[in-house]
T-cell receptor, first 116, second 109 residues
Framework: GAVVSQHPSWVICKSGTSVKIECRSL??????MFWYRQFPKQSLMLMAT?????????EQGVEKDKFLINHASLTLSTLTVTSAHPEDSSFYIC????????????FGPGTRLTVL | AQRVTQPEKLLSVFKGAPVELKCNYS??????LFWYVQYSRQRLQLLLR??SRESIKGFTADLNKGETSFHLKKPFAQEEDSAMYYC???????????FGKGTKLTVNP
């Protein structure tokens, strides 16, 4: 149990276009989902925390107008990279939690974004 | 601000040798500490957490509040232990994970 999927697993897009990444909890309801960014050979950096039905909380330095997060249901959160540029190329990973009291995050496989 | 330090980027041992992956943290409150593992081409997964005080795949980790450390240990390393290991913490009551930079463990035959 506790499987998190991401779609797509990789995407290549042109500079200036927008890309949407989906994160789904397949067999549990995720009250909280997290979005991370991982640069090559570096650690995961939390970008934002999203709770179902409310606005996402962004970490310092993350542009909320650039990285739009929507958590419309208990099993789906989306990250949209708007007007993508080459510097947005990275590995984006989501995780999902059943909420306080469980305190364990289940991670998705990640999405490789390449902006040309 | 809370910080997690893993001083070794790379660690290489031979099969059957003991292994210790170091993790130090800086946080003034009472954090919860975790070890996550990422095997080649697989997703990040929880290995163990300090509150469980359990051994997973032969690995143990003890929280030392005096030294602010949470080192991961295994007495006899196996080749299948080769992976990327991340130490992480959450600050009291929060679910937000702060990760260290990770240590790549290679267990040689």
């Amino acid at each position: 149990g506790a499987v998190v999927s991401q779609h797509p697993s990789w995407v290549i897009c042109k500079s200036g276009t927008s890309v949407k990444i989906e994160c789904r909890s397949l067999d549990f309801q995720a009250t909280t989902m997290f979005w991370y960014r991982q640069f090559p050979k570096q650690s995961l950096m939390l970008m934002a925390t999203s709770n179902e039905g409310s606005k996402a909380t962004y970490e310092q330095g993350v542009e909320k107008d650039k990285f739009l997060i929507n958590h419309a249901s208990l099993t789906l959160s989306t990250l949209t990279v708007t007007s993508a540029h080459p510097e947005d190329s990275s590995f984006y990973i989501c995780s999902a939690s059943q909420g306080r009291g469980y305190n364990e995050q289940f991670f998705g496989p990640g999405t490789r974004l390449t902006v040309l | 601000a809370q910080r997690v330090t893993q001083p070794e980027k790379l660690l290489s041992v031979f099969k059957g040798a003991p292994v210790e992956l170091k993790c130090n943290y800086s946080y003034s409150g009472s954090p919860e500490l975790f070890w996550y593992v990422q095997y080649s081409r697989q997703r990040l997964q929880l290995l163990l957490r300090h509150i469980s005080r359990e051994s997973i795949k032969g690995f143990t980790a003890d929280l030392n509040k005096g030294e602010t450390s949470f080192h991961l240990k295994k007495p006899f390393a196996q080749e299948e232990d080769s992976a990327m290991y991340y130490c992480a913490l959450t600050q009291g009551g929060s679910e937000k994970l702060v990760f260290g930079k990770g240590t790549k463990l290679t267990v040689n035959p």
